[in-house]
């Protein structure tokens, strides 16, 4: 998955952009908010990790001038504990908070929270046909055959699980998985499609190339 953090303090994102990346998830970072603009302007993010104060403004205000063409799911990054500061960020469209200092282990539970929610799933595990997903630790489950997937190989399904029945061409892909500073080409998505493919053998589904379109993941027939 791909997320957007936008926060001013170098130590803090960049321990969050670690703790992030051993799961995975490729993490753009905006130290403003017009730096977070040109992020928004430039790639699709499955969720913006949003501090309050920024050197430029508002994250609060900047969140509710965005909200109508903003479809994408905020956590705000907070200092402040009082609970009309949360309820303010709430009704102006963050769909969670996290109060600083916080626990790294928290931070993540609330993305998955957030990204189940968005989903409309209030459970950890994802049906892919038989199958059972379970993105939070990265394994696939049919009846006794189990699957431990690599973080690269489970969020690229995670990817697949969220946007069932659709085509997602190459760069879509891309833009879900790696940041702007990743060097790397659409050949790496074929290379870890071809993983992926081996890994979900016998699951009861499968990642059906769509010739000049893309990939999307389908039940195969009994």
Excluded: W
Excluded at 19 to 38: I, N
Excluded at 45 to 54: A, E, N, Q, R
Excluded at 90 to 101: E, R, V
Excluded at 128 to 146: H, I, N, Q, V, Y
Aim: with cysteine.
């Amino acid at each position: 998955m791909r997320y957007l953090l936008v926060e001013d303090n170098q130590e803090l994102a960049e321990a969050v952009l670690r703790r992030l990346a051993m799961d995975g998830h490729a993490v753009d970072h905006a130290a403003s908010l017009e730096a977070a603009k040109d992020c928004l302007a430039a790639a699709d993010y499955d969720l913006i990790l949003l501090d309050v104060m920024l050197p430029d403004g508002d994250g609060r205000e900047f969140l509710a001038q965005s909200r109508k063409r903003l479809d994408v799911p905020v956590i705000m990054l907070t200092a402040r504990s009082q609970v009309s500061d949360r309820v303010g960020a709430l009704d102006q469209g963050a769909d969670d908070y996290i109060t600083k200092p916080f626990d790294f282990s928290e931070l993540e539970a609330r993305c998955r929270a957030v990204l189940r929610r968005r989903g409309g799933s209030a459970k950890n595990e994802i049906a892919l046909g038989p199958a059972l997903f379970d993105p939070l630790s990265g394994t696939l489950r049919r009846g006794e055959t189990k699957v431990d997937l690599r973080s690269r190989e489970s969020r690229l399904l995670e990817v697949f699980a969220l946007n069932p029945g659709q085509i997602l061409s190459k760069g879509q892909l891309m833009d879900r998985l790696f940041t702007f500073d990743s060097a790397v080409t659409e050949n790496a998505i074929e290379v870890y499609i071809g993983r992926l493919r081996k890994r979900i053998e016998g699951m009861g589904f499968q990642i059906e190339t769509v010739r000049g379109l893309g990939y999307r993941i389908e039940a195969q027939s009994p």
